[in-house]
């Protein structure tokens, strides 16, 4: 089964406002990441966030994490037409060694539509 | 270089016949995964190569699947005698060497889409 769940499948928003999407996880991890993915082909790193860490920003997006709820939410602020695209969270294993990112598990994404 | 190349782009084959498909990592880059991505689904791991060490293939789905990274770059992922539930895109990505404690970005290639009728 997948490690990471993202909720909601799917999200249609009016451009400008802002969009929240959340990841949940079963395993102890080493961080956890934030992708992007347009039309179905190669994804785009957007954002990691260290176990140790609670908040991160990058731009517009902010990413918190709370291991205790094993839960994530990434949250795209003043959308535009082009943030329309799938997102996907991402594991890494807790890892004593802390080898990177070997083994990514990634959940089934959400399918965000900013509408014009 | 420029990004996380694969070849073909797209593919078409027949029922039981092999592929094979390519990705060609970033330079420099020590690390290198293989997804598999079936329509609407997140991405499934399948293998992990690192500098010289054997390779992870704890996610491949049966043994009609291999890969293999030759001289630390270029990698080819073969399906032997495929089958419809092989159809998906299968994304590359690349990173760089482990630095000690620092996470490392995956870059992903634009993926091969395989079509098997």
């Known amino acids: 089964s997948q490690q990471g769940e993202e909720d909601p499948q799917a999200l249609s928003i009016q451009e400008g406002e802002n969009a929240t999407m959340n990841c949940s996880y079963k395993?102890?991890?080493?961080?956890l990441q934030w992708y992007r993915q347009n039309s179905g082909r190669g994804l785009v790193h957007l954002i990691l966030?260290?176990?140790?860490?609670r908040e991160k920003h990058s731009g517009r997006l902010r990413v918190t994490l709370d291991t205790s709820k094993k839960s994530s939410s990434l949250l795209i602020t003043a959308s535009r037409a082009a943030d329309t695209a799938s997102y996907f969270c991402?594991?890494?294993?807790?890892?004593?060694?802390?080898?990177?990112?070997?083994?990514?598990?990634f959940g089934t994404g959400t399918r965000l539509t900013i509408i014009p | 270089g420029a990004g996380v190349s694969q070849s073909p782009s797209n593919k078409v084959t027949e029922k039981g016949k092999d592929v094979e498909l390519r990705c060609d990592p970033i330079?420099?880059?020590?690390?290198l995964y293989w997804y598999r991505q079936s329509l609407g689904q997140g991405l499934e791991f399948l293998i992990y190569?690192?500098?010289?060490?054997?390779?992870?293939k704890s996610g491949l789905p049966s043994d009609r699947f291999s890969a293999e990274r030759t001289g630390g770059s270029v990698s080819t992922l073969t399906i032997q005698r495929t089958q419809q539930e092989d159809s998906a895109v299968y994304l590359c990505?690349?990173?760089?060497?482990?630095?000690?404690?620092?996470?490392?970005?995956?870059?992903f290639g634009p993926g091969t889409r395989l079509l098997v009728l």
């Open positions: 990505a690349s990173s760089s060497t482990w630095t000690g404690g620092a996470e490392e970005t995956q870059y």
């Open positions: 395993t102890s991890i080493n961080n």
């Open positions: 966030i260290r176990s140790n860490e």
């Open positions: 991402a594991t890494a294993p807790f890892s004593i060694s802390n080898f990177g990112n070997e083994k990514l598990t």
């Open positions: 330079s420099g880059h020590t690390a």
């Open positions: 190569f690192q500098g010289n060490s054997a390779p992870d």
